[in-house]
């Protein structure tokens, strides 16, 4: 298979009532969290194709809904997550990516209000000879990561996942292994109450992110 020259893979699990955004679900109700998560898997697919990507890649779960997200990113390959930790499935989704195109940048479905220039900026410091990219999140996890080669399997072992300590940990992991690392700008990821109101607060962001901002219109009015 013929390599292009930036990929954008997404990771999104399709939102099931009661299992999508459970954290979120607690403060605002299993209804309005799971309405919340499919517009920001609709947002993410529109940043998607505003990221000046060659090719799309998501890796998605659960594998029955191949149809549902195909149906929300039109036009990208698909791949299913394996059943695995989430490292194992981080790197399945970066290697994904890595067999169609040389410079790979993966997000998430939890900040859809991410402008896209700092997807944009991810791929020009790839291309300008970094191993790897790295954003920040507020709670101390990454909600982008990029790679030109294949990462070293220790920057994910035994990581304490959904802990402030992930970034700072793969950060300095990348590090001791002698990856050159660019550090993007810090962002959010929307995943409880707190993150709920830094969204309600990026009226940029909300401009960029359509489907998310009538969500939370809805969510105001009912």
Known sequence: MARVGRGLVVLAKWPRAGRAKRRLGVAIGARASTALAHAFLRDTAALALRSMADTIVVA???????DRVAGVFAGAHLIPQPSASFGTRLTVALEAGRARARHVVLIGTDSPALDPRIVRDAFAALEAGADCVLGPSHDGGFYLIGCSAALPASLFRRMPWSTAAVFGLTRDRA??????????????????????????????????????????RDLDVA
């Open 175 to 216: 590090r001791a292994a002698g990856v050159e690392l660019v550090v993007l700008p810090p962002a959010y990821d929307v995943d409880d109450a707190a993150s709920l109101e830094l969204l309600r607060a990026d009226a940029a962001g909300l401009r960029r992110a359509r489907a998310t901002a009538a969500a939370l």
């Open 60 to 66: 998605f779960a659960p594998p029955s809904a191949a």
